[in-house]
């Protein structure tokens, strides 16, 4: 039951790179000895905020990509919450969305494969019945 | 007096308007087929005009364009709350979601826009009201 998450936190902006990299190293750590394994980090950078948050208007960004299961999400959460620099995150299931952007691609790429021959006279409108259904799908 | 004029002309155009729908004329977003008469006086709705069914494109002067799903005709499919640049463009100036009627995004696009949407506000990449500051 391996579970894909994205993980998408925002520290202070006055955070120095190099505590950022202790607090993404402690967080790794905790991944790897809960079971699980960090498929990515990626430092997004300082960014303006939308709104004001704990008194601020940026904030640097962190995506930290995790497999594990819930367990894994539930510590790692707990975690953010209380380590104090963090002042928003926001924890994503990707696995099935990836999975169903998966079948659409192979879905794609074997029509697009195929219809070199097929008898679509009447091609646009065909196409475009065609496609509606496996965008919902 | 006026009243009698406009039902004149509605019935003068009776027989051509009633055979619109037939014509394909339904899908471009003309949901009042009768009411074509007696707004003509808007302009953007269709002028009086016994266009014949045939007539799609070319007959009518200010031809209202269908609206299309985005993400159905580019093909989009990932919509994420990552991707600020895509979602801004169904989010108002004060920060609400557009309504389908109004941006032509298909049901189940809308949906997963509405949820990106939420999803990035939490984040704070959209705002929850008024523009991002």
Redesign the interface.
Known sequence: MNRTYEL?F?VRPDMVEEEQDKLISTLETAVTSSGGNVKSVEKMGK???????RRF?D?IYV?LTVEGGGGLIHELERRLRVTEPVI???T?RIDE?QKR?DK??AI?DARRKTPPAPPTTPAPTAEAGG??PA??A | MAEEIRAMAAAAHGSPVGERPAGGDRPSGGDRPSGGGDRSDRGERRPPRPGGPGGREGGRKYFRRKKVCKFCVEKIEAINYKDVRLLAQFVAESGKIVPRRLTGVCTPHQRRLSAAIKQARNIALLPFAGRAS
């Open positions: 998408m925002i960014r303006r905020l939308a709104y004001m948050v208007h904030g995506l928003k995150f926001i994503v969305e952007l659409i691609k794609r496609e509606t965008a919902t």
